[in-house]
Every structure is written in C-alpha cells, then in structure tokens.
Nanobody, 122 residues
C-alpha cells in the first residue's frame, strides 16, 4: 500500500511558476513509476508526465519545451513537478499516482493522491 499526498498548488499569475510535491509513504516507493495527471473543470483527466523508478527517465509533452520538469528523490520518497511559464489553461487539479510501469494511461496507476489545485490567472 502506498499513500500519495500532493502539495504546492495555489494561485499564480500567468507566466509564473509553481513546484508541486508528491510525498509517498511506504518502503517500496522506489518500486513505482510516478505519473502526474491533471483534471480541469468539465474535462477528462489528462496525462501530464511520468518518471521511472530510478528517476533516470522522464516523459512529458511540456518537458520537451522546458516548461515542466519532473524529478524524484527516492531517499525522501518525493516526486516533484516544476512548472514554469504557467498559462491559464494549466488551471486544474493536479494528481500524482504510482504505477508498476511508466505509463501514460491513468488506468495503469494503482495509487492516487487527493490532488492539489493549481489556478493560473490571466
């Protein structure tokens, strides 16, 4: 069993930055890939990015542009989502989740946090 708790959300102006944190319980944290998802009002949950068990491999669309960065610290059971140049369309509830495979599909993730709200004002 792994419990996930997100933090770091809040209200930020467009162009600003936030760093979301995901704290996980359990001694087997390093056995899981961690994904970030978000869900905006009236929209389906969407994949933001993921990081593999060691932290050596990440994938997210906005990571390519450098706008988002995903890192993890297995010694601290923490995963981070650094978000820069935020846009109003990034407004959503952000979730972290744990999976045995570094997937982009929500259904592959076993444990989920409760989410943290990110609101970007224009």
């Amino acid at each position: 069993q792994v419990q996930m708790i997100e933090s770091g959300g809040g209200l930020v102006q467009a162009g600003g930055s936030l760093r979301l944190s995901c704290a996980a319980s359990g001694r087997t944290f390093s056995s899981y890939a961690i994904g970030w998802f978000r869900q905006a009002p009236g929209k389906e949950r969407e994949f933001v990015g993921r990081i593999n068990r060691s932290g050596g491999s990440t994938y997210c669309g906005d990571c390519v542009t450098g706008r988002f960065t995903i890192t993890r610290d297995n010694a601290k059971n923490m995963v981070y989502l650094q978000m820069n140049s935020l846009k109003p369309e990034d407004t959503a509830v952000y979730y972290c989740a744990a999976s045995f495979t570094p997937s982009f599909r929500a259904l592959d993730y076993i444990y989920w946090g409760q989410g943290t709200q990110v609101t970007v004002s224009s």
